[in-house]
């Protein structure tokens, strides 16, 4: 089946620190990619996305690259805010075609940063 | 554009009484979803609707779990009766059925069953 592993937390950083959060998947096919933060309070937001083999998704000084030969999406950010404090979550969507997004998650990796 | 709205956000019950969640999705939005999110780990999903009719329900635990969504817009998730695992944030999402769509979420229902 499909399942997604990603680094334990708690990540606590001082502020403009590099970040990297590793994620590796296992799944059948060509899923796609996505990495998920959960601020506190608040409900699940996309943070960035890939679809296919060697795409690189970017967002608000965030990336990660769909590394196939490795199975990998780690989460990278040059240099961390304290407004970064949140969990993320990675998780892949298997491929099925139109209309489905079910989604398959790690267990979240909580980000604390510090000034 | 409004978000997925989902009430109430809270809830705590004793075990084996019953509880209901609801769910609003985004105008328009012809999937929904529900996930659970227990504490410490990542949001499993428990049924997918396309418009009122069910794509997937293989991990809800039909014998305490039920949904329903009859006019292909709100969503109801119950629970009956209750025990303590189901101690959780219940999640509504939605989508559009198209290739590459993305899903959106609320904010939740946290269950504290006790």
């Known amino acids: 089946g499909n399942s997604v592993t990603q680094m334990e937390g708690p990540v606590t950083l001082s502020e403009e620190a590099f970040l990297t959060i590793n994620c590796t998947y296992t799944?059948?096919?060509?899923?796609?990619l996505f990495w998920y933060v959960q601020y506190p309070g608040e409900g699940l937001q996309l943070l960035l996305k890939a679809t296919k083999a060697d795409d690189k998704g970017s967002n608000k000084g965030f990336e990660a690259t769909y590394r196939k030969e490795t199975t990998s999406f780690h989460l990278e950010k040059g240099s961390v805010q304290v407004s970064d404090s949140a969990v993320y979550f990675c998780a892949l969507r298997p491929y099925s075609g139109a209309g489905s997004y079910q989604l398959t998650f790690g267990k979240g990796t909580k980000l604390s940063v510090i000034p | 554009e409004a978000g997925v709205a989902q009430s109430p956000r809270y809830k705590i019950i004793e075990k084996r009484q019953s509880v209901a969640f609801w769910c609003n999705p985004i105008s328009g939005h012809a999937t929904l979803y529900w996930y659970q999110q227990i504490l410490g780990q990542g949001p499993k999903l428990l049924i997918q609707f396309q418009n009122n009719g069910v794509v997937d329900d293989s991990q809800l635990p039909k014998d305490r779990f039920s949904a329903e969504r009859l006019k292909g817009v709100d969503s109801t998730l119950k629970i009956q009766p209750a025990k303590l695992e189901d101690s959780a944030v219940y999640l509504c999402?939605?989508?559009?059925?198209?290739?590459?769509?993305?899903?959106?979420f609320g904010q939740g229902t946290r269950l504290t069953v006790v």
């Open positions: 999402a939605s989508s559009t059925p198209f290739v590459n769509t993305e899903a959106f």
């Open positions: 799944a059948t096919g060509y899923p796609s």
